[in-house]
């Protein structure tokens, strides 16, 4: 594991977004969501989750999740990612999303 500093860690911008909206991804090559965030001050924003296995489009809206939002936006198929959903994979592989145990507002950054 490479060691950063805290000023490397700093520069990401990790912040809390409510899921607005879920849409399905047909033309996704691995089964995912199309999510639509909003990050307060930072806008509302989508991306794609790969997701399914473990989410309902309908238990995802209200959620907040963790999300790096000063990525360049990324190109899938057609679609275009304007930020990165942060999650960690199960002993499946399956992407459990970071979430928050509490509310705050939109936008905020992890410290």
Do not use: C
């Not at 033309?27 to 296995?53: L, N």
């Not at 199960?90 to 509490?102: F, H, K």
Request: aromatic share 10%; charged share 25%.
């Amino acid at each position: 594991m490479e060691t950063i500093s805290w000023g490397d860690f700093e520069k990401v911008e990790l912040r809390a977004g409510t899921i607005l909206e879920v849409l399905d991804f047909p033309e996704a090559r691995k089964p995912a969501y199309k999510v639509k965030v909003d990050f307060g001050e930072y806008g509302v924003r989508m991306s794609s989750a790969q997701i399914t296995a473990l989410y309902t489009k309908e238990e995802l809206v209200g959620q907040q999740i963790v999300g790096v939002t000063n990525f360049p936006k990324k190109q899938i198929g057609k679609f275009m990612s304007e930020f990165l959903v942060t999650g960690f994979a199960d002993e499946n592989g399956d992407i459990i999303l970071t979430t928050l145990n509490g509310k705050v507002p939109n936008g905020s950054k992890m410290m």
